[in-house]
């Protein structure tokens, strides 16, 4: 009795295993069947209990197309049964997908990133006034932060505006404001308090001189 006992490592490969064994058993049983009409009874009968099995994909479109897909794929594309749908080619599902073409932009200030640079070419859009110049002040300080999440030592605010006048081509010109930045150490300590989430808080401590009772 023992000998008959099978091992999931003797068994054939699950091509989709959320369907269990039995399934893919009567698959290919249904495979061997020599009418085609015995066949197209058993794969409808099939296409039941599987979408008993997935109660879930009743709420997906065209969710008999997708159980139908499953089954000739089950069958590694070897039972000949007849389908309301489409028959799926294995070519066209094993064949490999056209690469992503990435945008491959190379910024001269990588530290600053890609979105500083859309942002000052939203602003050179924009009509002198008012919002462009707090948007640009907003801008220069975002890259001042980013600056010194590069380099953790103060950065003066003319090294922020040669970048900011370099990047926006000549368009954004803030060397001779009188305006400051925001100081480099408060900007710090806003990336320490929101950059530290879920660690342990401080303690609170007493003075050692307080009353005791």
Known sequence: MIDDLEYNTE???????????????????????????????????????????QPHLRDVPDFQHKLWDQLFIMADFELDADSPYPRPSKEELTSRPDPLKYPQNHPKYRFYGNNIKTMIDVARTWDDGEMKEALVYTIANHMKKCYLNWNKDSVEDSVIFEHLFELSNGEINLKNSEEDLSDSSSLLRAKSKYGNKGGKKSKKKYSSNRKRY
């Open 11 to 53: 068994r054939e490969h699950l091509i989709i295993p959320e369907y269990g064994r039995h399934l893919q058993k009567m698959i290919n049983y249904a495979k061997t069947r020599e009418t085609k009409e015995e066949r197209n009874k058993l794969a409808q009968a099939i296409i039941s209990v599987m979408g008993n099995l």
